[in-house]
C-alpha cells in the first residue's frame, strides 16, 4: 500500500482516511474523485476488508475498468476486486443467483436496445390496428423511451405523461395499454430489458427479508461513483442495500448534475445528509485541470443556484489570462472566428485534439463543420451522427435534392418512404415509372401516370406531387429562398410525419427550423447542397480510435468528464443558452447553469465565450446575450469583439 501522505492532497487524504459509516464526498471538476474512490477502496482492503465485501458502482464500463486497473497497481496484480462494475452489471448477475427468490428464472435471455424497441413496435402496431399509424400515439422509439424513463423514476406511466408530456394524454389509455402488453410479452418470452435488472434487483430487497439480509451482509461497505447522476431507482437500491451498517461511501459534485432528461435526479445527492443524518460531508475543491481565472468564472456562474451544496474550487496553478468573450455580428463570423483562432492555434503548434468546440445543441455545429471543411481542417463529432446525417435532417435534404434534380432515386426513395402503403416492392415500381418520364415532379399530379398503382396509394402520391409542386414554385421565384421552402416543408405535411416517426419530435422540428436559420442569404440551393457535400471531406471518424489529430466538436453533455488545452463555447445567447424551454422554471434553469458549469470547466488554458448578435438570413433576428454572462459579470473576462470585415 502506497503512503497516503505522499499520493494525497490534503483534501483528499480525509476522505480516503473516514471511518466506517455514510460519507458523502463532493468531488468538484478536476479534484480527483477516481483517485479519492479508488484510494478508499484500497484502504478498506489494506485493512483487512475481504475483496468480496465490497460493491465498487459505476455509470460506464470504462470507469469501472480504470478503477480495477488502478486497484491492482496499489494492492498487487492478483487482487481482484469481484462485485466492481455498472449497476446494470451488478444487477444482472444477482438475479441470476437470487432471481428465483422472487419467482424470476435467472436463465432468462437479455434483450438489447434494438429487440425492445422491435417489440415496442410489434405491440404498438397491433394496438394501433395493424398499421402503426394511430394518430397521437408516438413511435416505437419514443415508447421505448417513454417506458424506461417510467421504469427509472419508479413513476406509472400515466403520472409520467402527465408531468412531462401532457401532449399525449389523449392517447394515454392506448399507451398504458401497449406498456401493459409489453410486460406480458416479455414474461411470455421469458426475457428481460435493461432496466428490469434494476427493477428485479430492487424488488429482490424489498419483497425478500432473507435475500436483503444476505446482501446487506454481503456487501459490507458500498462505493458510488458519479452520485449526482443516480436515479430515484438507483437510489433507493442503495438506500435499501446500506440500510443496516450505512456504509455508503458517494463521490459525486451536484454542480454537474445535468442528465434530469434521463432521469437523474439531484435531490439524492442534495438530501444525502437528510437520509444519513450522520453522515460525514467532504469537500474536493482543489482543481488540478484548468487556470485560476478560468475557476473563478465557474465560481461565480453557480453560486446563482439555490439548490446546491455550496464549495468554491481553486487551482494551484499559477494566474493566467481571463476567459475571453467574444461578440459577433452572425453566427457566420462566430464560425469564421472560430477557425481563424483555431488555425492561429495550430501554427503555433497547439496539437489538433487539444481543441474543443462545445455547443449546447447539436444544430449549431453546422456553420462550423461547413467552414472548417473549407479550410480542410480535421474535426472529429463526438456528439454521434453529423447534423446532416440525422433521419429527419436528411429527409428534409431529400425534398431539397428532388427541387434540384428531380432524377435524383435515392432522393426519391426517402420521400416516397414518407407516403402511406408504399411498400418496397410499391415504392421500386414507381421509381422505374418515374425514370421514364421527362418532367417527374409533374407526373405525380398526372391522372395517366397515377393509373399504374393501386388505389390505396394514388392519394398519397398526388399529395406528394402538389407539396413538391408548391415547393418548386417557391425555388423557381427565387432559388435563394432556401430557408423559406425548408419551412414550407414542415408547414406542408412534414412536422405530422415527425410526429408520427421519430422520438422527442419537438426536438427535431427545433433541428429543421435551425437549420433554415443558419442559411445565409447569398446562397442558393445548389450551393447549399454542394457545402453540404464538402463535410465528408473533413470529419472522416474512425471509429475507437483516440482523436489526437482533428479537433473536437461535442456538445456539452457528451463532453462531460473530458477536458481539453482551448474550449470554445458556442452561440451564448437567451434561448439558446439557456434554452428556449428552461429558461421560465427555475428547476430547469439551474440545471442549465450547471451545464454552463461544466462547460467552462473543461478548458484547461484558454476558453473563448461565443455571443453572436443575430442569426438567419434576410439580415437576422437579434439574439440577447445570455443571462448567464451578466451573473458572471465583466470583471471576470476579457471582452473583445470580431469584426469579419477586418479579418
Known amino acids: 500500500m502506497p503512503q497516503l501522505d505522499k499520493d494525497l492532497n490534503e483534501e483528499q487524504a480525509p476522505a480516503v482516511l473516514a471511518p466506517e459509516g455514510p460519507a458523502l464526498v463532493l468531488a468538484g471538476a478536476g479534484s480527483g474523485k477516481t483517485r479519492v474512490l479508488t484510494y478508499r477502496a484500497a484502504h478498506l482492503l489494506a485493512r483487512g476488508v475481504p475483496p468480496p465485501r465490497l460493491l465498487l458502482l459505476t455509470f460506464t464500463k470504462k470507469a469501472s475498468q480504470v478503477m480495477q486497473a488502478r486497484l491492482t497497481q496499489l494492492m498487487g496484480q492478483f487482487l481482484v476486486v469481484p462485485w466492481s462494475g455498472t449497476f446494470h452489471h451488478v444487477g444482472y448477475r444477482l438475479i441470476r443467483e437470487f432471481g428465483s427468490r422472487i419467482g424470476v428464472d435467472g436463465s432468462r435471455t437479455l434483450l438489447d436496445r434494438e429487440d425492445q424497441r422491435d417489440l415496442v413496435k410489434e405491440i404498438r402496431d397491433e394496438v394501433c390496428g395493424g398499421d402503426g399509424t394511430a394518430e397521437g400515439i408516438p413511435p416505437a422509439a419514443a415508447l421505448q423511451s417513454l417506458l424506461s424513463l417510467s421504469a427509472n423514476l419508479l413513476m406509472p406511466v400515466g403520472e409520467l405523461v402527465k408531468r412531462r ?6 392517447a394515454l389509455d392506448r399507451i398504458e395499454t401497449i406498456a401493459a402488453r409489453y410486460r406480458t410479452a416479455k414474461e411470455r418470452d421469458r426475457v428481460l430489458d435493461f432496466d428490469d435488472l434494476l427493477l428485479l434487483w430492487l424488488r429482490m430487497l424489498e419483497e425478500s427479508p432473507e435475500t436483503a439480509e444476505l446482501l446487506q451482509d454481503r456487501f459490507r461497505h458500498i462505493l458510488v461513483d458519479e452520485y449526482q447522476d443516480t436515479n430515484p431507482l438507483q437510489s433507493r437500491i442503495l438506500d ?34 437528510d437520509r444519513y443524518p450522520g453522515a460525514r460531508l467532504f469537500r474536493l475543491e482543489k482543481n ?59 501554427d503555433r503548434g497547439k496539437e489538433p485534439g487539444e481543441i474543443a468546440v462545445l455547443y449546447r445543441a447539436h444544430y449549431l455545429s453546422l456553420p462550423l463543420q461547413i467552414a472548417l471543411s473549407r479550410k480542410r481542417i480535421p474535426f472529429h463529432l463526438t456528439s454521434g451522427l453529423k447534423f446532416y446525417e440525422q433521419a429527419h435532417i436528411k429527409d428534409v435534404l431529400a425534398f431539397l435534392r428532388v427541387l434540384e434534380n428531380q432524377r435524383d432515386q435515392a432522393a426519391w426513395k426517402r420521400l416516397l418512404r414518407m407516403i402511406p402503403k408504399v411498400g418496397r416492392k410499391t415504392s421500386e415500381k414507381i ?5 421514364g418520364e421527362s418532367r417527374p415532379l409533374g407526373a405525380l399530379s398526372e391522372e395517366s401516370f397515377l393509373k399504374a398503382f393501386p388505389s390505396s396509394v394514388r392519394g398519397g402520391l398526388r399529395t406528394m406531387g402538389e407539396r413538391l409542386a408548391e415547393l418548386l414554385r417557391i425555388k423557381e421565384a427565387d432559388a435563394r429562398e432556401v430557408s423559406r421552402i425548408i419551412v414550407r416543408i414542415l408547414e406542408t405535411g412534414y412536422r405530422e410525419w415527425i410526429e408520427e416517426t421519430f422520438e422527442d419530435p419537438e426536438s427535431r422540428v427545433s433541428d429543421i427550423l435551425a437549420l433554415a436559420a443558419q442559411i445565409p442569404p447569398e446562397g442558393d440551393l445548389s450551393l447549399f447542397l454542394a457545402e453540404l457535400a464538402l463535410l465528408d471531406a473533413g470529419s472522416e471518424d474512425r471509429e475507437g480510435e483516440e482523436v489526437k489529430d482533428r479537433i473536437v466538436l461535442s456538445t ?92
Not at 165 to 170: A, E, H, M, R, V
Not at 431 to 435: D, I
Open 165 to 170: 408530456s401532457p401532449w399525449l394524454l389523449p
Open 240 to 273: 435499501t442495500l446500506a440500510g443496516r451498517h450505512q456504509n455508503l461511501f458517494v463521490v459525486g459534485d451536484d454542480s454537474q448534475s445535468i442528465y434530469s432528461f434521463r432521469g437523474a435526479e439531484i435531490d439524492n445527492i442534495l438530501t444525502f445528509q
Open 288 to 346: 488540478y485541470r484548468s487556470t485560476p481565472n478560468i475557476l473563478n468564472l465557474a465560481n461565480r456562474i453557480i453560486r446563482h443556484n439555490q439548490r446546491q451544496i455550496p464549495k468554491t474550487l481553486y487551482s494551484p496553478r499559477p494566474s493566467a489570462d481571463h476567459p475571453v468573450l467574444v461578440r459577433m455580428f452572425s453566427d457566420a463570423d462566430q464560425s469564421r472566428f472560430v477557425v481563424r483562432t483555431i488555425e492561429d492555434q495550430l
Open 431 to 435: 421509381l422505374t415509372h418515374l425514370s
Open 556 to 647: 456539452i453533455h457528451q463532453a462531460k468528464g473530458l477536458e481539453w488545452d482551448t474550449v470554445f463555447l458556442l452561440s451564448l445567447n437567451e434561448g439558446v443558452f439557456p434554452s428556449n424551454k428552461s429558461k421560465d422554471l427555475e428547476e430547469q434553469l439551474e440545471e442549465e447553469r450547471r451545464l454552463f458549469y461544466v462547460a467552462v470547466t473543461r478548458a484547461r488554458e484558454d476558453l473563448f465565450l461565443c455571443v453572436p448578435s443575430v442569426t438567419g438570413f434576410g439580415g437576422g433576428s437579434p439574439m440577447p446575450p445570455s443571462r448567464f454572462l451578466a451573473e458572471i459579470g465583466g470583471d471576470h473576462v476579457t471582452e473583445k469583439v470580431y469584426d469579419s470585415w477586418n479579418d
